[in-house]
């Protein structure tokens, strides 16, 4: 298999597991707080990560030099990226979010031109438009007034928005410490670093007295979010990184909402509006044209391009 065609399957498959994600969290959430939930998967994915680089033989303790970075990683795409989201998942509802994370492409683009001096062209910006319009209905349900602002609901999807843009950051931060360090290690180095910054508001918290309440269900739902989502489908993730450009990677996202809004229905038996559906379309509309635009490189390469 081509290595361009190999990174896209990981990241397809990574984007099914992370789709799915979303369900799995909204099942889970119906048992456990959700500090306890997010703690617990990062030190599931992490435990699982290092049983692999283990297996591998590969070094468990990364370079010194590449601790800080490491940290970083594991702070924005680890500790904060799955606080927000599953914030988020106690006051909206798996559909939405998953329409609504389809605009991580879109922010993608944006960093891209602010950081890597990529130029925006009118079709990007048409595609932009349109992502942010297919938000607003998303959000807003269709309904621009102060009640629907005041939904719970709609903070839960603002806060959907700000981790679609979180991750945006995370994609472009990451690379370059992916690619110095490899995959395997930077993937358990960063979930390490994530599952030690959860550890004291775990312990303040108490958060194992929650796990007396855990049905067959929900022992299911938080093994497959540390294990699959941020043990196996972070591992792809990276691979995927490393192989190809990062923009290239996080086009298969737009995928995301699609799986999330079949597994919502199938397993959650959520309900899907019209206006949802809708935005949602237009969002993956402004993607397609963002993904779809011609690239117009500077004069000037940028030094973190070069870099990666």
Not at 81 to 86: D, E, T
Not at 185 to 195: E, N
Not at 235 to 249: E, I, M, P, R, S
Request: charged share 10%.
């Amino acid at each position: 298999m081509k290595p361009a065609v190999a990174a896209g399957a990981k990241a397809f498959l990574a984007v099914v597991f992370w789709g799915i994600s979303f369900v799995a969290t909204r099942a889970a959430l119906r048992e456990l707080s959700p500090l306890t939930l997010v703690a617990t998967r990062a030190v599931l994915g992490t435990a699982l990560l290092a049983v692999l680089t283990a297996w591998r033989r590969q070094p468990l303790v990364p370079p010194v030099s590449q601790w800080g970075a490491l940290a970083v990683m594991g702070f924005v795409g680890v500790f904060f990226h799955q606080w927000l989201q599953a914030q988020a998942l106690t006051m909206t509802t798996a559909v939405r979010t998953g329409w609504l994370i389809g605009l991580i492409p879109i922010w993608s683009a944006i960093l891209a031109a602010l950081f890597l001096r990529e130029r925006f062209g009118l079709v990007k910006l048409l595609g932009l438009v349109l992502g942010f319009l297919g938000a607003v209905i998303v959000v807003t349900r269709g309904r621009l007034d102060a009640r629907m602002l005041a939904l719970p609901s709609t903070h839960g999807d603002l806060l959907v928005l700000a981790s679609t843009l979180n991750w945006a950051f995370y994609t472009i931060l990451s690379t370059g410490t992916i690619r110095r360090v490899g995959s395997v290690m930077a993937t358990a180095g960063s979930m390490f670093f994530g599952a030690l910054f959860f550890l004291p508001l775990f312990l303040w918290h108490r958060g194992w007295t929650e796990y007396a309440h855990l049905t067959p269900v929900g022992v299911t739902a938080v093994l497959f979010l540390g294990l699959g989502c941020s043990g196996i489908a972070y591992l792809l993730w990276y691979a995927a990184l490393a192989a190809t450009d990062a923009g290239k990677v996080s086009a298969f996202l737009y995928v995301e909402p699609l799986v999330t809004l079949a597994a919502a229905v199938a397993l959650l038996g959520e309900e899907v509006g019209v206006a949802t559906v809708l935005g949602g379309l237009v969002v993956l509309a402004g993607v397609a044209l963002v993904q779809r635009a011609p690239a117009a490189k500077p004069a000037i390469a940028d030094a973190a391009t070069a870099e990666n």
